[in-house]
């Protein structure tokens, strides 16, 4: 997926195929769907109509035979872009989807009749999997339905998914235990419970919402779709009421009624929200590829809509705001021991540690102090790994121990063996921790050597990403387990507005809770089952991946790439969206002004000579008038398109001053580009209809 960049305005075979649907998206049953371009479709049949019968002599007098095919013409071309906007759209959808498909094949699944033992197996197709079977992959093998691992771990292949190369480990429990159809095994093997039916399958899902077959209209733009409609109404009624009024008029002056059938209707769909009730569809679509396109699955396009009110952000300090692996800062001796001597041990002991924070010990020792090579084979070492329950890990070796760990569990093993744990030692354990870091004590021979700073890394351009969100009326608050001291230095030193520390799945939700009564839009994301109570709660909710199947079950939206920083993204996504609405709904209605200029002294100037006041634009008779305003009613919506598609630029401004800056590009630029463009239309086609 993120491989489809292309703009759909200049891939041809994109384009090939929206022209295409535009012409079948004429069939009726279609155009009803969207009621305001219905109406053009109507007056596209009505005026196709009236022109064979004026053909065949039955005609008002008023407009010709060739003026009628203008505007008949000129209305189906405005149905036909009306559609061409919702084809194109859709098109980087339907592509999508055919890229999923051909990753997306049966395979053979080696189905388990007991999980625990892998030497018995049945081959059989991956679609006859049910929820709750067992099934094997073995390296080189595809993954045959989305599950949970429930024995072994490997390296996976998700390029089919996230469009990202790098393989990923897959494993028995934790929050990394999900797999999905259609992704592929490199090394050693899984057991894989089923965990959806066939046909409902994560695969399935994302085909379904890139094609836009379950996308839904959201509250938003079903409201937005009712007030057009109303004004559809209305102006139906208005013109109604001109074409009586302009009969009762021509009676009491004596003289045949001058306003055509043909000009009313084309009043009808110049004033008619036809700009934004052609590209509203279309704008949804493209709100959803634009998400797609991050990588981002969104279960409905309500909970896009939602992403773009979010006004408080839930983010992990982990993987979001830090690196996500502490690294050593420094080496904190305490009395009696050199910087030097607490380095080397802390290194020592450190030598077999395969973390990030063990190999970052390792590599400050040699920087700082240039302590490389040991002779290691003589000295017997036995090194002793980190477990949950000693929170120690170190080195046994001829003559000496050493042991590093968190403060209290050292200070247990210290005091435990006679040794002393002196106040200088939990000085500094509280200092590191005041400002952020997390102490490592380092212990030899029972003696307390100092301690090692290990410090969380703020990524780059994380402070100025939540100054940019708190512009945009965001409050971010930073989750993370780390006591309330840490937690606060972190907080500070990110920049987030406010923290919650020592979260637990019952604190998340009842934050969520709290900021939701107060009125406030939640986001949040999550990957682990811990995280699912909180997920279902908040408005927002955004599932890693990579994650667990709760996880992915109770948010509205999913993180193909699994990169809780994708969350920013999301709002900006969202509210682009809801600006794209509203600018070019401000665009549209503020067009209607030059329409007016345009069509009404043109239609009614012959009863009404003073309305000739009116023709500001000095249109150059009532024929090219009403032309020169429906072209370009029609031609507006294909101008329109590519901004319906991109969206319109989004900044990290004020509501307000956001407000105020596109009310000024759209409103006044509705109302000045009409004019113009009307006034350059007339140029040209008042010459060619002077010559017939």
Not at 577 to 591: D, P, V
Request: proline residues 3%; hydrophobic residues 50%; contains cysteine.
């Amino acid at each position: 997926m993120s491989e489809n960049r292309k703009s759909a305005m200049t891939d041809r075979s994109m384009v090939s195929r929206a022209v295409k649907d535009a012409f079948l998206k004429l069939d009726p049953r279609e155009q009803v769907k969207n009621p305001v371009m219905f109406l053009v479709y109507l007056s596209a049949v009505l005026t196709t109509i009236l022109f064979v019968l004026s053909l065949a002599g039955v005609s008002d007098g008023v407009a010709s035979s060739g003026f009628i095919l203008s505007i008949a013409v000129i209305l189906w071309l405005t149905s036909l872009f009306s559609n061409f906007a919702e084809a194109i759209a859709e098109g980087r959808g339907k592509a999508q989807a055919d890229s999923l498909r051909a990753s997306k094949r049966d395979v053979t699944a080696h189905k388990l009749e007991d999980a625990a033992d892998r030497a018995r197996f049945t081959d059989i197709s991956g679609a006859l999997l049910k929820k709750g079977d067992y099934f094997l992959v073995r390296t080189g093998e595809q993954i045959a339905a989305d599950g949970e691992v429930v024995d072994g771990a490997a390296s996976v292949d998700e390029s089919a998914i996230t469009g990202e190369s790098a393989p990923v480990i897959r494993e028995a429990g934790g929050d990394r235990s999900a797999v999905t159809g259609g992704t592929t095994v490199l090394s050693d093997w899984l057991v894989v419970r089923v965990t959806q039916e066939a046909g409902q399958s994560f695969m399935d899902k994302m085909i379904a919402m890139v094609e836009g077959a379950n996308r839904k209209k959201t509250p938003n733009e079903i409201a937005l779709q009712i007030l057009l409609v109303a004004l559809s109404l209305i102006f139906v009624l208005v013109t109604a009421s001109l074409f009586s009024y302009s009969q009762f008029s021509a009676d009491q002056a004596g003289i045949v009624n001058p306003t055509s059938v043909v000009w009313l209707v084309a009043l009808l769909i110049c004033l008619a929200p036809t700009t934004i009730g052609a590209l509203l569809s279309a704008i949804g679509i493209a709100g959803m590829s634009r998400l797609n396109q991050a990588n981002v699955l969104a279960m409905s396009g309500r909970a896009i809509e939602a992403a773009g009110d979010v006004d408080v952000l839930l983010l992990d300090k982990t993987g979001t705001i830090t690196l996500g692996n502490r690294q050593a800062a420094a080496f904190l001796p305490v009395a009696g021991c050199s910087e030097k001597e607490l380095a080397d041990a802390a290194q020592l002991s450190s030598l077999a540690d395969e973390t990030p924070e063990g190999r970052s010990i390792v590599v400050l020792a040699k920087e700082n102090f240039g302590i490389r090579g040991r002779e290691l084979a003589d000295q017997n070492l036995q090194f002793i790994p980190f477990t949950a329950q000693t929170r120690m890990s170190g080195v046994d070796y001829a003559g000496g121990e050493i042991r590093k760990g968190a403060a209290e569990a050292v200070r247990s093993y210290v005091e435990n063996s006679g040794g002393k744990y002196s106040a200088a030692c939990a000085q500094l354990v509280d200092q590191v921790s005041r400002q952020g870091g997390t102490p490592l004590v380092v212990a030899k021979n029972h003696k307390v050597l100092g301690v090692i700073y290990l410090k969380d890394i703020i990524k780059d351009g994380v402070k100025e990403k939540f100054a940019d969100l708190r512009k945009m009326g965001i409050k971010t608050i930073m989750i993370t387990g780390d006591n309330p001291v840490t937690a606060a230095a972190i907080a500070a030193e990110a920049g987030v507005d406010d923290f919650l520390a020592e979260a637990t799945p019952e604190t998340k939700l009842e934050t969520i809770r709290s900021y939701q009564a107060q009125g406030h839009l939640v986001a949040m994301t999550g990957d682990g089952t811990n995280d699912a109570p909180a997920l279902a709660q908040a408005d927002v909710a955004v599932a890693m991946n990579s994650g667990t199947q709760a996880a992915k079950e109770a948010g509205n939206m999913v993180d193909l790439d699994s990169s809780p920083t994708k969350l920013i993204d999301i709002v900006r996504i969202g509210k682009q969206l809801l600006m794209t609405r509203g600018s070019l709904t401000t665009f549209s209605i503020a067009n209607d002004i030059a329409k007016y200029f345009a069509i009404i002294p043109a239609i009614f100037m012959s009863l009404y000579p003073g309305l000739g006041v009116l023709n500001i634009m000095g249109l150059q008779s009532p024929s090219s008038a009403i032309l020169s305003a429906l072209i370009y009613n029609a031609l507006i919506i294909v101008a329109l398109i590519p901004l319906a598609l991109k969206g319109v630029k989004y900044q990290e401004v004020p509501a307000a001053k956001l407000l105020k800056h596109n009310l000024l590009v759209y409103g006044l630029g509705g109302i000045i580009v009409p004019f113009i463009a009307i006034k350059g239309i007339d140029l040209i086609v008042a010459p060619i209809l002077g010559a017939f």
